[in-house]
Structure formats: structure tokens, C-alpha cells
């Protein structure tokens, strides 16, 4: 084990009393929070030169790991990787037809493929390598999650490959592949009979009584480190930052990673400033859509983040995303409202239609969470907050891998035959309106 009491190249800061802790040895042994005022939440800052940066964004990546000297990792022999994080952000042109065409807006919509990460095909792979790389260097050799499905895939996946052993805790309704998948890799898997927030209640017990490290979620250093370097990668593909960013929310990250990844390079990029973040959950498990509205409602007053519903056993068709007791709501919300943002909600029987039009016009077959953040691209035109100029980034999160009954359920141009006499040429065309109808009818 590489043991490090002394190095120079990054800190960590509690971000309630500003308590520094000086690596991620220290940060373990201190079990993963402030010893001063408890908190949870540190943030890892380098006492390196920012100014190479800009030098470092223009060069094509291979992974996130590009990025290696803004991250908390002291020797790249420690890297383990597959890729993730060398995405491409791609132009959706039939989006930015439609809204020019239905909403009379010129706009330029972009589509962040975290579906072509190297590892698991989610937004979870740079975490995961991330982890992985970390726990490989300090010498971690057990490690536990709850998870509704994608960061335990993706952590059981790579921490297999560090030879870290990973207890994955799973609500009782997580997807069957992902549990299959994740026993394949050879780690254990808990499913807790109950929900999410009961799968994280097992957990936490379980790394208590057993002295092992467990994620902190959306706000983990190591999540939050891993997922900022896509602000890098939106400087090194776009010709102009977004505007706009939506993607779907269960726990929150993404976001937080942004706000952290933009004030790490806003001294060599003042100008810079967190897009209106748009965040999407669907209307079968929205605490903090519901959590939001109501605070707008009351004009949003003091303490209103702290304001929040907790919906047990949410009955959703994206277990991914079924997060009833959305903890990180407070830090999110303060996040939006500083963006001009807003939380969104969208009607879940909507999914599918959505998957098969992504299919159809742009040969992308997305997983539900991903449908879910499409959605929210229409809802945000229909509710006017999107403006004629500006750019739009959606994060598209997942692929159709993770949710092989998603996939199956998109069929829609089979016909039964028993004779060649039953069998006529087809005009995609056809299909096309059909699928624009779907979506758009209410």
C-alpha cells in the first residue's frame, strides 16, 4: 500500500467550517467526514497552477483521466480505466427543427453520450474509475453501496477489476440485470426488502458493524471529482458553453460536479457561469419537483430548501431514478434557483414514445432515465424556458443495456405473418408521424 502522510498535491476542505484534510488516507481513516463539525461534505481543491489547464483541454482525451493532474490520484500506475469519459457531445439538429418550427426558436441543441462510456454505458463509469483508482492506490480492500441499479453496476464492475470487494445493497424492485450482472463480476449483492431509502439504511448499518467504507452519495468527493471533468470536456467539444443543461435526477451529482467543476476554472475562465440547470424526474417519483413547486408557489422563503416530501416505495417503471428521499434536495435546490433553473416533471407513459422517436430520428436507443431527461427538453418549450440564441446541453446518462425490458417494450413495426401474401413494402415515413404524434399528443 502506498502510504502518504505528506503530499502537495491536493486538499481536501469541509465546506461548512473549512476544516482542511490533507489526503484521502486521512479522509478515510477520519471515516469519511469533518472530525470538527461532522459534515460530510468536503471538497478537494489543488495547490497546482490552473493556467495548464486550458493547454490540457485542447488535447484529445482517451478517458477522463486526461485530466489526471486536477485529480485526487498520485500515480497514474494506480489508474484503472475503460475509456469512460472520452464521450462525444453530438448536435441534434431535428431537436433544434422542432423548436423552430413549433416554438419559432433558434437554438442549437447539443446531446452529452455518457450511453458510449467504455465501462457499463452509464453516467456512473467516471465515478467508478474513479474509486477504483483511489481504493487501488490507498490500499481499500472492502467497500459497500445502495444503489437502484447504475453506480452499483458500474462500482462492481470496477471495483472487481482493483480487486476490491464490494457489498452492493439494492431495493427489492432494482432491475434484475443489474443484479445478475453485478453477482457476475463476483460481488455480493444484498436485496433489501424495501425501498431505497431503507437499502440505504441496511447499508449504513452494515459498514458500521463492519468498519467498511461506504459511498456518501451525490455529495462523495470521489463522485463528485470523477464527474466535474465534463465542464472540461463541454470547453474542449463546444463552441459555446451551454445555456441550458437538463438531464434527469434521482440523487443530484451531476449538477453539484458542474458548480464545482466551473469554480475550480473560473479565475482562466471568468466568464464562465453554471448553465440554468433543468432537472427532470418523472411524475411516478418527483419529491423534488413537488418540493420546488411549492416553494415557487410561496415565493420561495427562507429555508424553503430544507422543505422537502419523502415518498415511500415510489411505483416507478425507472428504478434508477427512484429516489423518494432525495437528501441532496437542499443542496440541489439552492443550485437551480442560483442558475434561473427549475425542477420539471414529466409524464411517465411518455417514456416509451420517447425512446422510439430518439431511435427513429437520431439511431439512439436510449435507456428510461435518458427518455426522461428528453423529455424534459419538451417540457421546458412548452413552459418557455428555453430562449431563441441560446444552447442547450441534454445528458443523455444511460443506454438501452442497463434496461433490456425498456428496449423490448419499444418494438412497434413487427406484424404477425403467415403467408409472403401478408407481407408489403414499408414507408418509414409513416412510422415517423405516427412516433411525432405519440409524443406531442397530450
Known amino acids: 500500500m502506498l502510504r502518504v502522510k505528506i503530499q502537495h498535491k491536493y486538499h481536501l476542505t469541509c465546506t461548512r467550517c473549512g476544516y482542511v484534510t490533507p489526503n484521502f488516507w486521512t479522509w478515510f481513516d477520519q471515516h469519511q467526514q469533518c ?32 485530466y489526471f493532474p486536477f485529480l485526487p490520484l498520485l500515480r497514474r500506475r494506480h489508474i484503472i480505466s475503460r475509456g469512460e469519459g472520452a464521450v462525444p457531445v453530438e448536435r441534434w439538429t431535428f431537436l433544434e427543427e422542432f423548436a423552430r418550427k413549433e416554438f419559432d426558436l433558434n437554438i442549437r441543441v447539443h446531446v452529452y453520450r455518457n450511453d458510449l462510456n467504455g465501462g457499463t454505458g452509464t453516467f456512473k463509469d467516471v465515478a467508478a474509475s474513479m474509486a477504483a483508482s483511489l481504493f487501488n492506490e490507498i490500499g481499500i480492500s472492502q467497500y ?44 455480493q449483492v444484498f436485496r433489501v426488502m424495501g425501498d431505497y431509502a431503507r437499502a440505504k439504511e441496511i447499508a449504513a448499518g452494515y459498514a458500521q458493524i463492519h468498519h467498511i467504507p461506504m459511498s456518501t452519495g451525490n455529495i462523495d468527493p470521489i463522485r463528485v471529482e470523477a464527474k466535474k471533468t465534463m465542464v472540461f470536456e463541454w470547453l474542449r467539444q463546444m463552441d459555446k458553453f451551454p445555456d441550458v443543461y437538463i438531464q434527469a435526477v434521482s440523487g443530484g451529482t451531476g449538477p453539484i460536479a458542474i458548480d464545482k467543476g466551473i469554480r475550480e476554472i473560473r479565475h482562466i475562465y471568468p466568464e464562465l457561469k453554471n448553465p440554468r440547470f433543468l432537472l427532470v424526474q418523472t411524475d411516478k417519483c418527483d419529491p423534488m419537483v413537488q418540493a420546488w413547486e411549492k416553494a415557487e408557489a410561496a415565493g420561495f422563503p427562507e429555508g424553503y430548501e430544507q422543505d422537502y416530501p419523502i415518498i415511500d416505495n415510489p411505483q416507478t417503471e425507472v428504478p434508477t431514478l427512484a429516489t423518494g428521499n432525495p437528501a441532496s434536495y437542499p443542496l440541489i435546490a439552492r443550485l437551480v434557483k442560483n442558475s434561473g433553473g427549475a425542477f420539471l416533471r414529466m409524464r411517465e407513459e411518455k417514456l416509451l414514445s420517447l425512446g422510439k422517436l430518439m431511435a427513429y430520428e437520431q439511431k439512439v436507443i436510449p435507456g428510461p432515465a435518458s427518455a426522461v431527461g428528453m423529455a424534459g427538453f419538451f417540457v421546458a418549450l412548452r413552459k418557455n424556458l428555453i430562449k431563441s440564441g441560446e444552447t442547450v446541453l441534454i445528458n443523455l446518462g444511460e443506454g438501452p443495456n442497463r434496461a433490456p425490458a425498456f428496449l423490448e417494450q419499444m418494438i412497434y413495426t413487427s406484424r404477425n405473418v403467415s403467408h409472403v401474401d401478408e407481407c408489403e413494402p414499408h414507408s418509414m415515413d409513416d412510422f415517423r408521424a405516427q412516433l411525432w404524434k405519440e409524443v406531442l399528443e397530450n
Not at 489543488?46 to 483521466?65: G, M, V
Not at 477489476?161 to 431495493?171: D, G, I, Q, Y
Open 144 to 187: 459497500c453501496i445502495a444503489s437502484t441499479g447504475n453506480s452499483a453496476t458500474a462500482y462492481a464492475r470496477y471495483l472487481s477489476m482493483a480487486k476490491v470487494n464490494c457489498s452492493v445493497f439494492m431495493p427489492e424492485d432494482a432491475i434484475r440485470t443489474s443484479e445478475a450482472t453485478i453477482s457476475s463480476y463476483g460481488q
Open 35 to 66: 472530525p470538527k463539525c461532522g459534515s460530510k461534505h468536503s471538497e478537494v481543491w489543488y495547490n497546482r497552477r490552473y493556467q495548464r489547464l486550458p493547454r490540457i483541454i485542447k488535447r484529445k482525451p482517451d478517458s477522463f483521466w486526461h
